[in-house]
Structure formats: C-alpha cells, structure tokens
C-alpha cells in the first residue's frame, strides 16, 4: 500500500497550493454533475455529499467515519449541514492539521488496519478515494491485491453497527487497461504506455482494483453491493476545473509552486513532475478509458455473523 512517505508525497506536498487553489475544506475527489457540466464544481461536490448522506440514510444522530478523508470537504458537510458527529482518518500529515485548524475531529491513521477499541463503532462509514492507494504494485505482483481489499472490508465490517453501510468511491482500471509489461516513461507521449508511466509516478505505492467486480467479490462475504454507478464523465469535468483553478494566478500561489520547483530540482523529479502537471495523466486515462470510476454503496451482510 501506499505508506505514509508516499501519501505525504503526494498530498502534503500540494497542502497550501490546494487549500489556496481548491478551496480550505475542498474535496479532493469526482464530484457529482449527474450529466450537467454547466453547474459550478462547487455544487456537483455538494450533490455528491447529499448523494452520499442519502445513500447512507445519515441523519443528525448519526455517527460517521471518514476514511481518507482529505482536507474535510464531506466532514464539512456532515458537521453542517446535517449535524451528525464525523471522524475523520487519513495518512497525510498536511491534510490533518488542516482539518484540526478547521475543528474537525481527526486522527493520522491506516484506515485499512482501525480497530474498535480505537475508535469505536459507527452507524455509516465512507471512502472516497483511498482505496486506490491500498494496494501497491508489488502487493499485486505477489498476488494480494483481493486479500488487502478483503482485509478492509474485514475492519469496515467490525466498525460497522447492525444495519449499517459503507460508501465506497474509487477509481479502477477500465476495459482499456493495458499489461502492465507494456508501461514505459520512454513511450510516445500520450499513449496509454506512456499515460500510465506518468500514473505510477504521479501516485507511489498505489495499484487500482481491476474493475468494481474485483471489489465487489473483495467484499462479498462480509457485504452486500446494493447501488453503483460509473463517475468517469464527472471525474473528467471535476479534473478540467481543477486545473483552471490550479493555474489560476495569485503571487503567494505562485511563490509556492516556485519553492516546489527547487525542491524537486533538487530531488531529480523535475522533468517528471513538469510532464504530469502538463499532461493530467489521470484525465487522459479517463477520457481513453484506461480508467474508470464508481460510486458504490454496501449493506452489511448479517448472515456472515451468523456462519462465523
Ligand atoms: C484522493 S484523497 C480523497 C480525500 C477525501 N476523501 C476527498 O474526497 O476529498 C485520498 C485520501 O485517502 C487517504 N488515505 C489513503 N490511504 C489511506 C489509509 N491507508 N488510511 C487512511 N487514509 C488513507 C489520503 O491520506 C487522502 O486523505
């Protein structure tokens, strides 16, 4: 999996440049347009979330877990708008003293490992957009990557109260992946070899599930898949907004991706990082259909208490 180093790698390092560009408690992941690419970035996160809480069947006594949960732009929403009480887990040092400097409830830890007498029991738990980084590529070179999917749906089902569900957003590779042999940072630019070079680069340590079947079988015996629906075409409007907003001109902004670019000179990623930002290997991989991206939602799956 993607360990702390990593995930410091790639989401404390933009830390100020997101909160600056993005918004202070904005969500990192696709939002929701529900085919109407004229609404504002801002209003299709907010559909997700109320999409999300409904899903969920969240109300003001829940109480909820986030996993992965950024810089706190459904924990906002949870604390807001409907009341309830959230938890927020994550791996990126950055993203947690943000989310403590906005009062939410916080702890840097791997969700995929969490246990009860930690953190106690929850009515609804979410992931959005962590699960991509549970398996690494040499976790599924050695064949493991169904075991680590198996394991975390293990610990949502121990966290979980009778009758709750998990809300699972994630990417995954699409029907046009390609052997894994056939990436190479020396390919064409713009090819999926190359695309997909730039993916590993762009996010270490983390390998996608091959296709929500894969997650889905991963959770089966301890949940039921009740809903999904693909995000691909959201995904690649909420990317496209981002990197407006992104390049969007500010002189402290700009003073930051200045300081970056000496620190990676300095650690040889230059050219690399220069080429992702360029390029958006993760939006190209949508629009190819290297990737896909869905929204799924579970029901715990009472039977396995009663064979276990
Ligand atoms: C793409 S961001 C999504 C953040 C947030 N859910 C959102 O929608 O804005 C992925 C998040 O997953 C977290 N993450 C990845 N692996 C994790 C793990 N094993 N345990 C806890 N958090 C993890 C990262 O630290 C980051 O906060």
């Known amino acids: 999996m993607a360990n702390k180093k990593d995930l410091d790698q790639t989401y404390t390092a933009i830390d100020r440049i997101f909160r600056l560009s993005i918004g202070e408690m904005a969500d ?36 909820v877990l986030d996993m992965g ?17 959230c938890l927020g887990l994550t791996m990126s040092r950055g993203q947690a003293l943000a989310c403590e400097r906005n ?30 980084h549970f398996c690494s590529i040499e976790e599924w070179k050695e064949g493991n990557q169904e075991r680590i999917y198996r394991e975390f749906f293990k610990t949502v089902y121990d966290l979980l109260l009778p009758g709750g569900k998990v809300y699972i957003q994630s990417m995954v590779f699409g029907e046009n992946m390609i052997d894994y042999k056939d990436i190479k940072i020396t390919a064409k630019k713009d090819t ?12 270490p340590g983390s390998w996608l599930p091959y296709g929500t079947k894969m997650i889905s079988r991963s959770a089966a015996p301890y949940f039921r898949l009740i809903s999904k629906n693909s995000g691909r075409l959201d995904y ?20 930051i991706y200045l300081s970056l670019l000496f620190k990676f000179l300095f650690k040889g990623q230059l050219k690399d990082r220069f080429t992702i930002f360029s390029t958006s ?28």
């Not at 004229?38 to 109480?63: C, P």
């Not at 949960?69 to 009480?85: H, L, P, R, V, Y």
């Not at 579970?298 to 208490?305: A, M, P, S, V």
């Open 192 to 203: 999926p070899s190359h695309l997909m070079a730039l993916m590993i680069k762009e996010f």
């Open 28 to 63: 990192f992941s696709g939002a929701k347009y529900d085919g109407d690419f004229s609404r504002s970035l801002e209003y299709a996160q907010h559909e997700k979330h109320r999409y999300v809480a409904k899903s969920l069947n969240i109300t003001k006594d829940s109480r």
């Open 103 to 132: 009062g939410f409830d916080v702890l840097v830890k791997d969700c995929r490992k969490v246990t009860v007498d930690e953190i106690g029991k929850f009515d609804s738990i979410v992931c959005i957009g962590a699960l991509e």
């Open 281 to 308: 290997p993760n939006k190209r991989c949508f629009e190819k259909g290297i990737m896909d991206h869905y929204r799924m939602v579970f029901e715990k799956n009472e039977d396995f208490l009663c064979n276990n």
């Open 69 to 85: 949960c950024g810089w706190g732009g459904f924990m906002n929403f949870i604390k807001e708008e409907i009341g309830a009480s």
């Open 236 to 255: 690649i409007e909420t990317i496209r907004q981002w990197r407006i907003r992104f390049r969007a001109f500010s002189i402290y902004k700009y003073a």
